[in-house]
């Protein structure tokens, strides 16, 4: 039987490193845990303004529950591109539900 003898402690353990990594990334790749499927969609419902509506009231009003109504807010601007100067009444906008 041959013995094999380690000359580079050093490059041995990089490699070994290496090799386990890699096949970690294989493992989790295949088993989908770098999926970006694994979020939950975000829906949203239609609203036209009204007279006298703020986005406070419309965030607090049908968002999401669990969630606080600043941060709603925030999400209503980005996905409309508008702020609270520039809503109108008769106004459609997507409010998020999830």
Not at 8 to 15: A, D, E, L, P, S
Not at 73 to 94: D, E, K, M
Request: hydrophobic letters at 45%.
């Amino acid at each position: 039987m041959k013995r094999y003898r380690i000359a580079n402690k050093f490059r041995f353990t990089v490699f070994v490193t290496v090799c386990l990594l890699v096949c970690v990334f294989m493992l989790g790749s295949m088993m989908g845990f770098f999926n970006a499927e694994a979020s939950a969609p975000e829906e949203y419902i239609s609203y036209q303004v009204q007279t006298g509506d703020t986005l406070w009231n419309i965030a607090r009003k049908y968002g999401p529950a669990d969630q606080d109504v600043r941060l709603t807010i925030s999400n209503i601007c980005r996905i409309n591109n508008v702020t609270a100067s520039t809503l109108q009444a008769g106004q459609t906008i997507q409010v998020p539900v999830n």
